[in-house]
């Protein structure tokens, strides 16, 4: 696959986990599980997932239709191993963070599959 092959498929994946973020509060049953803590903790929870989805949706669309810049400039390179970093460090967090379950250690696999989609694109 070419560099913008493997960006395109980084983009779909990358919309796909925004998609999965908004779906959390259903997900995770959110309407009763937030009340249960304080307000500022509750807030935090629904911001950074509100913020984490807006950066996914820019990574998957800079991805998609900037694959060319992505792939041939240094800077586009550079913003390509930032979004496999942070692939990666995800995958590192749900070992850390998380209980070593198959569905655990699904995400995981899942999270460096994420990061593989941007380092490929690098070499």
């Given at each position: 696959?070419?560099?913008?092959?493997?960006?395109?498929?980084?983009?779909?994946?990358?919309?796909?986990?925004?998609?999965?973020?908004?779906?959390?509060w259903r997900l995770f049953n959110w309407k009763e599980q937030l009340p249960k803590l304080s307000p500022i903790n509750r807030a935090v929870m629904q911001v950074m997932n509100l913020t984490l989805?807006?950066?996914?949706?820019?990574?998957?669309?800079?991805?998609?239709?900037?694959?060319?810049?992505?792939?041939?400039?240094?800077?586009?390179?550079?913003?390509?191993?930032?979004?496999?970093?942070?692939?990666?460090?995800?995958?590192?967090?749900?070992?850390?963070?998380?209980?070593?379950?198959?569905?655990?250690?699904?995400?995981?696999?899942?999270?460096?599959?994420?990061?593989?989609?941007?380092?490929?694109?690098?070499?």
């Amino acid at each position: 696959m070419t560099a913008q092959q493997w960006l395109f498929a980084g983009g779909i994946y990358t919309a796909g986990f925004a998609i999965f973020h908004l779906a959390f509060w259903r997900l995770f049953n959110w309407k009763e599980q937030l009340p249960k803590l304080s307000p500022i903790n509750r807030a935090v929870m629904q911001v950074m997932n509100l913020t984490l989805t807006t950066v996914f949706i820019l990574f998957a669309w800079i991805s998609i239709a900037y694959a060319d810049a992505m792939a041939g400039t240094d800077l586009g390179r550079v913003v390509t191993g930032g979004i496999a970093v942070v692939w990666a460090l995800r995958a590192a967090q749900q070992l850390v963070f998380f209980n070593k379950s198959a569905a655990s250690l699904s995400f995981f696999v899942l999270f460096v599959f994420g990061a593989a989609l941007y380092t490929l694109p690098l070499l």
